[in-house]
Nanobody, 124 residues
């Protein structure tokens, strides 16, 4: 049974950096795009970043462009979200997800498996 497990969350000050990790435990087929979404209280889940199965192609959401990046260690079935110059409005629960497609997608409905999420509070 495949499970997605996020780690690396925690408090960070505005302007700082943080790296989130997501392990696809039990995954043997690597032909999965993976992504990060986030959700803060009272708001809809928002696309943050996605990466194709090989790691060669990525997509970054508008709110994260220029500050966040996504990478992948295919040998370890792990993706990373590299967050820099964080802002208080980046405070949210960050979720990892995967989709049985080779290219990164911003479409929430493409993703069929989700992790439990990690909290990232950003203090001003």
């Amino acid at each position: 049974q495949v499970q997605l497990v996020e780690s690396g969350g925690g408090s960070v000050e505005a302007g700082g950096s943080l790296r989130l990790s997501c392990l696809a435990s039990g995954r043997t087929d690597r032909r999965y795009a993976m992504a990060w979404f986030r959700q803060s209280p009272g708001k809809e889940r928002e696309f943050v970043a996605a990466i194709g199965w090989s790691g060669a192609s990525t997509r970054i959401g508008d709110a994260a462009k220029g500050r966040f990046s996504v990478s992948r260690d295919t040998g370890k079935n792990t993706i990373f979200l590299h967050m820099s110059s964080v802002k208080p409005e980046d405070s949210a629960i960050y979720y990892c997800a995967d989709a049985f497609c080779v290219s990164p997608s911003e479409d929430f409905f493409e993703y069929t498996l989700w992790g439990p999420g990690v909290q990232v509070p950003v203090s001003s």
